[in-house]
């Protein structure tokens, strides 16, 4: 299995505000094709490229540009989220601070084919450094006629706004993050209205990942066609796979869909478990995702089959657990973290957060009960139904899976002293 | 960081180009970033400028981490 850079191909090639080396390698060439074509035309582009969302719900972008596209209202937004939070992923600030100009063309190709004439850009909080080199990436662009107005020379113009993010991981929610930037308690919302419909301020919005909008300008530049020559027909393209956890060498990995295995990424790139240990279990697709045991990972990097593993691809942070490792604490070091950051809007993940969270802190004190891991099922099972966002949905899958996985952690963690 | 000085947090405003519904969170966080906090006057000035209630400011100021609504350690 080897690398494919794609998206990574100019990340540490030249100085970050440098345009003028950003063009040399190839840069603007997507945006140029872009400004030539309709909006319309563009995202036809996008469709046919089959590119999907890479911030962990994978909806496929063009027909979310689409159906913005579409709506009347005015004006329209373009939203950045690089508010990346999920436990093991660290893939976007490579992007951003390795190949920023790269990220700003996918941002104007999009704000052209939605028509939107404000774009956004919300860091994470954490990444001080680099929402200052956005700073001043913002500040160059507009000197190099890439923002405001007449961009290149058309008759395009799209002015960028950088936010940074304030501490909270569920403001990388959809809904939370345009909540945040109408200065509100990042919380999410009832869906429908989706953001294509009423999204910030009230206006059709749409909202993309960076890696997801790094895509674009590669599509635009070589063809949909071209493009769809990486990975596999119903999942064209190449993800950027945060590895670690439990290996040699952690680190970001662009690779080919389908073109290795799980197993053959924590080989050959992580270069094996840390101590040499056999694995226990992966999260192929961040801290919220279903633990993968032993056995599953053969399993090709795809999205279809690692959900028919039982997990799902997520953002594609995977994390590495060796053998050594109890179930039972590595869940309760998930709950810790997503037990406080519940944004409060749907009782199941509000409560049952905090609550599968004090079950299992009891559990690894030694003082559980047989009747504590029934309900740990149980409270999951709530609020994986039972809430709006994918937050609530998605955090007691690893807790539920590995109740499935490796029972005997749980029996061993129960009180064994009669009462 | 600084001390909290009006002319400083007018010069940062006119620096952003002025404070809208649209950049609001942002200059919070230019303001955050400054000074350590936001300050009350800050908050009463801004919901000034932009209409929006400084009861929904400080709702969400004080819903996010990284926002402090008085200076570290007082004065």
Request: a neutral charge; charged letters at 25%; hydrophobic letters at 35%.
């Amino acid at each position: 299995m080897k690398e494919s850079k794609v998206l990574t191909q100019r990340v540490g090639k030249y100085e970050p505000l440098d345009l003028e080396a950003y063009k040399a390698l190839g840069g603007l060439q997507g945006l140029r094709r872009t400004l030539a074509m309709k909006p319309e035309s563009v995202i036809e582009e996008i469709k046919k490229s089959g590119l999907t969302g890479r911030g962990g719900a994978g909806f496929p972008a063009g027909l979310k540009w689409a159906l913005t596209a579409q709506e009347k209202q005015e004006p329209k937004y373009f939203l950045c989220n690089a508010d990346e939070g999920e436990l093991g992923t660290f893939k976007d600030k490579v992007l951003l601070d390795g190949d920023p100009w790269a990220v700003l063309e996918g941002i104007l190709i999009a704000a052209y084919a939605i028509g939107a004439e404000q774009a956004y850009i919300y860091i994470k909080g954490e990444y001080e450094e680099t929402a200052k080199l956005w700073e001043q990436i913002a500040g160059e662009a507009e000197k190099a006629g890439l923002l405001g107005k007449g961009i290149l020379g058309s008759n395009f113009s799209v002015n960028l706004q950088v936010a940074r993010g304030r501490g909270l991981y569920i403001a990388g929610e959809e809904f939370a993050l345009i909540s945040s930037l109408e200065t509100r308690r990042a919380m999410s919302r009832l869906k429908p209205p989706y953001p294509s419909e009423e999204g910030l301020f009230g206006k059709p919005t749409v909202v993309n990942n960076v890696e997801t909008i790094a895509n674009v300008p590669v599509i635009l530049a070589k063809g949909a066609e071209e493009y769809r020559k990486l990975g596999v027909e119903d999942d064209p393209g190449t993800r950027l796979f945060s590895l670690s956890g439990d290996v040699k060498k952690s680190g970001v990995y662009e690779i080919a869909m389908g073109s290795g295995t799980l197993k053959e990424l924590i080989d050959e790139f992580g270069r094996g478990t840390t101590h040499g240990r056999a694995i226990k279990a992966v999260q192929p697709g961040g801290g919220t995702s279903a633990f993968l045991a032993r056995g599953s990972l053969g399993c090709k990097l795809t999205s279809k089959a690692i959900s028919e593993a039982g997990s799902g691809i997520g953002t594609a942070g995977v994390i590495v657990y060796e053998e050594d490792r109890s179930a039972v604490d590595i869940v309760k070091g998930l709950l810790q973290y997503y037990g406080a950051e519940s944004c409060g809007r749907c009782a199941p993940c509000r409560i049952g957060s905090v609550k599968m969270r004090e079950i299992v802190d009891n559990l690894a004190r030694g003082n559980g009960a047989e009747a504590d891991l029934m309900r740990l099922r149980e409270i999951g099972n709530a609020c994986v139904a039972g809430s709006t966002c994918g937050m609530g949905q998605a955090f007691p899958l690893p807790v539920l899976s590995a109740l499935e996985l490796f029972p005997e952690d749980f029996e061993e963690a129960l009180c064994k002293v009669p009462a | 960081m600084q001390n909290f000085k009006m002319n400083t947090y007018e010069k940062l405003l006119e620096h952003t180009g002025g404070a809208t519904r649209e950049n609001l969170f942002g200059v919070l966080g230019k303001v955050q970033d400054t000074f350590g906090y936001v300050p009350r006057e800050v908050v009463r000035d801004l919901a000034t400028r932009t209409g929006v209630s400084e009861a929904r400011i400080y709702g969400a100021l004080t819903s996010y981490r990284d926002f402090k609504i008085g200076s570290e350690g007082g004065r």
